[in-house]
């Protein structure tokens, strides 16, 4: 089942209700599970009419925003498979993700467009489409937009790849399925959420299919690590979160910071943590930051598969992680 259903079932009951509150640029913004369909539509359109197929990866390189996701929703819908890169990351990983799983479209903002002047492998790169508002919110009102089928998928079909450093010379896409991303006990469990801060862009579409709102944190985060403890416990007091997804390094500076500073958070009631196990060290300090809190990944069930490619003239290799 493709999880864009769910997003779409969201969207028909509480087409109001806040899907995502994006702090990722100096401002407050917000979208409704609504009008995230409707933009969701636009992008479909955009892919569609220009002759992708099901299946097509692409590539989307874009930060953390309202716009990423309702452009990820859109390939979703047709049955393709985003690719996400930061478009901070180093231009020399950009194109080693482009060799080891080669996009069929490129939907970047005008500014990074730019790097394919210094890129074979962006140039290589059969269509693209610029990123933000005018892909997602352009045409007219959500009236207006027609209806696009969504595409059907196997549990096991691709949702979502993003790429991680493995080792000195290897690159590891990590794959995340429909499947993973959205089942039976996820949705129980993330019901009782309400909102959650997350940096994990698996936990941002889980939450999208349960009904839970997702906080995108301010970009400060990238640009200042240290600062994340002070302004993730602002996003949590806030926005009343219960819930956080949070990368294992950005989790041990809040839990740090927090300590520190005779905080706790008894309010926080579930943690994901992406595919990293907690390491020991960590758990008796987490448990006097968030006495509550009931840790699991962020693909709560099935399996996340990591698939290393390594350079020319090495075997590849598969590794299957339970989830």
């Known amino acids: 089942m493709n999880l864009v259903e769910e997003v779409c079932i969201n969207a028909v009951l509480r087409p109001a209700a806040t899907a995502i509150v994006d702090m990722t640029r100096d401002t407050r913004r917000t979208m409704s599970f609504g009008a995230l369909e409707v933009a969701s539509r636009r992008v479909a359109l955009a892919l569609g009419g220009a002759g992708l197929q099901p299946g097509d990866p692409v590539l989307l390189l874009q930060p ?3 716009e990423l996701y309702a452009t990820m929703l859109g390939v979703l819908r047709l049955g393709m498979v985003p690719l996400h890169v930061s478009p901070s990351a180093a231009l020399s990983f950009i194109d080693d993700c482009c060799e080891l799983v080669p ?4 939907i970047a ?15 290589r790169i059969p269509f693209t489409f610029i990123a933000g508002k005018e892909l997602c919110f352009a045409h007219g009102s959500g009236a207006e937009v027609e209806r696009v089928a969504i595409r059907q998928v196997e549990d096991e079909t691709p949702a979502l790849i993003t790429f991680e450093h493995v080792g000195d010379g290897m690159a590891a896409p990590l794959v995340t399925t429909h499947g993973s991303l959205f089942t039976r006990e996820l949705r129980q469990n993330s019901q009782a959420l309400g909102v959650d801060v997350a940096l994990e862009p698996a936990a941002v579409l889980a939450n999208l299919a349960a ?3 997702s906080v995108l944190p301010d970009m400060l985060l990238e640009q200042r690590p240290d600062m ?3 302004v993730l416990l602002q996003h949590i007091r806030a926005e009343g979160a219960t819930g956080v997804s949070l990368p294992l390094l950005v989790l041990e500076r809040l839990v740090r910071f927090c300590l520190a500073h005779s905080i706790s958070l008894p309010q926080i009631r579930q943690l994901r943590n992406g595919e990293t196990p907690l390491p020991p060290r960590l758990l008796p300090r987490l448990q006097r930051v968030m006495p509550n809190a009931m840790p699991t990944s962020s693909a709560a069930a099935g399996e996340v598969q990591m698939l290393v490619f390594p350079r020319q003239g090495e075997a590849a290799g598969v590794v299957t992680m339970a989830a």
Not at 103 to 106: S, Y
Request: charged share 10%.
């Open 228 to 230: 994340s403890g002070p």
């Open 103 to 106: 996009p069929r479209a490129l």
């Open 109 to 123: 903002a005008p500014q990074v467009q730019m790097l394919k002047l210094s890129s074979p492998a962006l140039r």
């Open 211 to 213: 009904g839970v709102t």
């Open 64 to 66: 953390a925003s309202l």
